[in-house]
């Protein structure tokens, strides 16, 4: 739903940890040259997704950011520690 907005060239999706076995969804974006702003991202999801698949709290990072396994897959580990230190920083 995210990654089909133009200005959005990929997405990924983390949970972290929040307490007991609550888990904040973390939408982590790699913009394009034409960003979209956080409040039209959360709008869309808004539209499409169900309470509980919205992430609450996005981060944008570069394509550099995301650590790709031998697969060339990226690595939800990788992910998950890098939006909980952007997280940390705000």
């Given at each position: ?22 888990q ?26 169900s ?5 609450s ?34």
């Amino acid at each position: 739903v995210l990654g089909a907005h133009p200005g959005v060239e990929a997405v990924y999706v983390v949970g972290l940890p929040e307490g007991g076995q609550e888990q904040t969804v973390v939408a982590l974006v790699v913009a394009g040259p034409q960003p979209p702003s956080e409040g039209e991202l959360r709008a869309r999801a808004q539209e499409s997704l169900s309470h509980y698949k919205r992430p609450s709290r996005y981060v944008f990072i570069e394509r550099r950011d995301v650590v790709l396994g031998p697969t060339s897959k990226p690595q939800r580990g990788a992910l998950a520690e890098l939006a909980a230190h952007r997280l940390r920083e705000t």
